[in-house]
């Protein structure tokens, strides 16, 4: 079945580059997600890639895909303090519901 | 923006007791969803639904049941609530056309979350 894994925290000094890390299962996804959750609050869409892309970068966020390892990952560049949260790896599940399917999330910790 | 609201953000209840969790959207969405979140575990698929009057279970149905008369709202109940059901409920919502996540579809907007505490 269809599985996403993520480390579950990340700590990093403010001005580092942070990467987390996914891998999935099911190669026939199209689309993958990050999604980020700041505390207290739901989950919003942070950026996506589509499956036949090997990288995209918007602003200070870069996503990787290497589809041989079924490896997504998410570098922050200058991190902030404001970029503390969860995030979420998430992939379109295939067949007619697309439901998504997350991973269990990172919290990434920024330290001043 | 598309705008997800739940109208409980914290919620106490005794075991046994009958909770209902509301979620609005106001976005014409045809689906919408119910999550939990643990720590630790993730987003666990309650229940969701492709449109009004239609459901479907999901990875944790157990102990739950759901409700849409209306496309915008959704309504996550428990019948009879247990200390295990402690936990952040997440409403979300998308479109039910085909497309990419540029156009919109395919991309979930959340609720704000419920936080449900049962003694």
């Known amino acids: 079945g269809e599985d996403v894994e993520q480390s579950l925290f990340l700590s990093v000094r403010e001005g580092d580059s942070s990467v987390i890390n996914c891998t999935y299962t099911?190669?026939?996804?199209?689309?993958l997600y990050w999604y980020k959750q700041e505390p207290g609050a739901g989950l919003q869409l942070l950026t996506y890639i589509f499956s036949n892309m090997d990288m995209k970068q918007d602003q200070r966020l870069t996503v990787l895909l290497n589809k041989k390892d079924k490896h997504l990952s998410l570098r922050i560049a200058d991190t902030q303090t404001g970029d503390s949260a969860i995030y979420f790896c998430a992939e379109r599940a295939p067949g007619g519901s697309y439901i998504p399917t997350f991973g269990r999330g990172t919290s990434l910790i920024v330290h001043p | 923006d598309v705008k997800v609201t739940q109208s409980s953000r914290y919620l106490v209840k005794r075991t046994g007791e009958k909770v209902f969790l509301e979620c609005v959207q106001d976005?014409?969405?045809?689906?919408m969803f119910w999550y939990r979140q643990d720590p630790g575990l993730g987003l666990r698929l309650i229940y969701f639904s492709y449109d009004v009057k239609m459901k479907e279970k999901g990875d944790i149905p157990e102990g739950y049941s759901v409700s849409r008369e209306k496309k915008e709202r959704f309504s996550l109940i428990l019948e009879s609530a247990s200390t295990n059901q402690t936990s952040m409920y997440l409403c979300a919502s998308r479109t039910g056309t085909s497309g990419g996540p540029g156009s919109g579809a395919n991309v979930l907007t959340f609720g704000a979350g419920s936080r449900l505490t049962v003694l």
């Open positions: 976005m014409d969405h045809e689906n």
């Open positions: 099911d190669s026939s996804s199209t689309y």
